[in-house]
């Protein structure tokens, strides 16, 4: 396969310098004609080094900030990904060598050009440094051991990448769309490399990238704040100031919205949507998502471990009465671990809250008066909301819950050391295959502590996913696209049955705009939100 790309450069205007002071501007003064300001959820992000990151916000950070060999045009994703930083590419007949062209005239936000040796160091950091994503790349055979004849700049301008066998190569190129397949600027991350970390303790807190876009400051649980980089070799973005601004409170969302103090408002409960009805100079934006509600259940926990336990569970969740109420219009139930729009998606709900039937599964396991149980959840609002819900219903059968909130990053945390009992949490996908959330939620191939394969949801609930990490491994290089399908579909009935794992709903997001912005979007279900296309 062979595409061609045609890049524009063009000289940015210098970024509004207008301070930030954290706090609201006055009330009904509409921001500045080249600044967007957005109320969100960041209190996920625990690094802005694109090879660690591994959250929704760095995943939004990084679409706007870094370049990825090839990419999705965030104008129009049904046209699949395309060129990026590589302007055309090769497959070979064997299907396992990749040879990617550079083109010319592309520089970092640091004046730095960027190359093919930056290429084959951001793929290789990628691997070496090991981090939560790393699977998504060595997933393809590539090791500290052979990085080194693997992943090659042949010369400043060809990237070549061999991988271990033959596989879809739409699976392949889909995983370069991933935010650690982020190009960094190997120049500058190495002038700040201390004790061998490829510049990692720098890159957490700074930039190093060729997008649109650049870091200005983070500060965590406030704001992050990026401004245009008049380095990118595309079409300058109108917007020459981002702020995103972590409020975690619909409500606040709302009212900062309707006083025109943000221009979008990302996390709106359906009753504030629903406010915003006739607010005035206020539109909302919908779009299905890839992201996943699930609860799942650590199978290093004696009573979790339980099939009829866990089959139990299943059917003490109220999906519709929280799709119907507190979810409506930001959640649709849904019960299969791909989302609606990939290859092989399911619609099959099998279950519904049926306490009785629960009841029945908890005595046939030994449990009649239930259990204790502890939920570890994040602070956000909807997340609480649902954990509520499943505290009560889960009550019915006996099933005393308690409710433990914290940061993303405290829940995380405990959720990649498994030191949890029952996780309730979101997923999204981190490329457009179904190989994205097949890996995570069906594949473990070592489910030892040591392992550490903490990009594997089932590695992190210790289910050794026996059986499904075999079929896995087999629809990945499966060529034939209708076989690979029902390959998924068999594979997601199967752990509807067998899982810890409760899949719930996938999201709708519902954002609310002030109705000035024009060319917002959101990415619909296979990617993250973009802002350079964003005019007022």
Not at 211 to 234: C, D, F, H, Q, V
Not at 266 to 294: C, F, H, K
Not at 494 to 520: C, L, S, V, W
Request: net charge negative; with cysteine.
């Amino acid at each position: 396969m062979n595409f061609k790309k045609t890049l524009t450069a063009l000289a940015l205007t210098t970024a509004l310098a207008l301070p930030f002071a954290g706090t609201a501007m006055q009330a009904d003064a509409a921001t500045p004609p080249n600044m967007l300001v957005v109320a969100g959820q960041i209190d996920d992000l625990i690094s802005l080094d694109p090879q660690e990151m591994f959250e929704f916000s760095g995943t939004d950070y990084a679409n706007n900030v870094y370049q990825t060999l090839i990419s999705y045009d965030p104008k129009d994703f049904s046209k699949g990904y395309g060129p990026d930083i590589a302007e055309s590419w090769e497959v070979s007949e064997d299907g396992k060598t990749y040879t990617f062209k550079i083109a010319d005239g592309q520089k970092f936000a640091s004046g730095n050009p960027v190359t093919a040796k930056d290429v084959e160091f951001s793929l290789r950091r990628a691997v070496l440094l090991g981090k939560t994503p790393s699977f998504i790349v060595t997933q393809f055979g590539f090791t500290a051991d052979n990085v080194d004849s693997t992943l090659v700049a042949k010369d400043d301008s060809t990237f070549v990448m061999v991988t271990d066998k033959k596989y879809a190569p739409s699976f392949v190129l889909n995983c370069m769309t991933a935010a650690i397949a982020s190009i960094v600027d190997s120049a500058l991350v190495m002038e700040h490399e201390k004790d061998g970390d490829f510049g990692n303790e720098w890159l957490k807190t700074n930039s190093a990238g060729s997008g649109p876009y650049k870091l200005t400051s983070w500060k965590p649980n406030e704001a992050l704040t990026i401004e245009a980089n008049p380095e990118y070799s595309g079409d300058a973005p109108a917007m020459k100031r981002v702020i995103v601004r972590h409020i975690g409170e619909s409500a606040s969302q709302r009212l900062l919205l309707e006083k025109g103090d943000v221009d979008i408002a990302r996390n709106l409960s359906p009753e504030d949507v629903a406010g915003l009805g006739d607010a005035e100079g206020v539109e909302m934006q919908t779009d299905l998502r890839g992201r996943i509600m699930y609860i799942s259940m650590n199978q290093t926990d004696p009573i979790l471990s339980k099939p009829k336990v866990v089959e139990a569970i299943k059917y003490l969740i109220d999906y519709d009465g929280m799709a119907n109420s507190f979810l409506k219009g930001n959640y649709m139930v849904h019960q299969a671990f791909l989302p609606l729009s990939y290859l092989g998606e399911l619609k099959d709900k099998p279950f519904s809250l049926d306490v009785e039937k629960a009841k029945t599964l908890l005595a046939e396991a030994g449990y009649p008066d239930g259990f204790e149980v502890e939920f570890i959840v994040r602070t956000a609002q909807e997340r609480v909301e649902i954990a509520q819900s499943l505290q009560n219903t889960f009550s019915q059968a006996g099933i005393k819950v308690s409710i433990v909130q914290g940061t993303g990053k405290e829940t995380l945390g405990k959720y990649r050391a498994r030191t949890f009992q029952i996780y309730v949490g979101a997923w999204g996908p981190d490329y457009p295959d179904p190989h994205t959330n097949a890996d995570t939620f069906t594949s473990n191939p070592d489910n030892r502590l040591e392992a550490k394969l903490t990009g594997k949801l089932a590695w992190r609930n210790a289910w050794p996913a026996e059986g499904f990490t075999e079929r896995t491994a087999a629809a990945i290089v499966e060529s034939d696209t209708e076989t690979r399908r029902q390959m998924y579909v068999d594979l997601q009935k199967d752990f509807q049955k067998e899982a810890p794992f409760a899949i719930m709903f996938q999201m709708t997001e519902q954002n609310g705009i002030r109705d000035n912005i024009e060319g917002y979007s959101i990415g619909s279900a296979i990617s993250a939100v973009y802002y350079g296309n964003v005019t007022k």
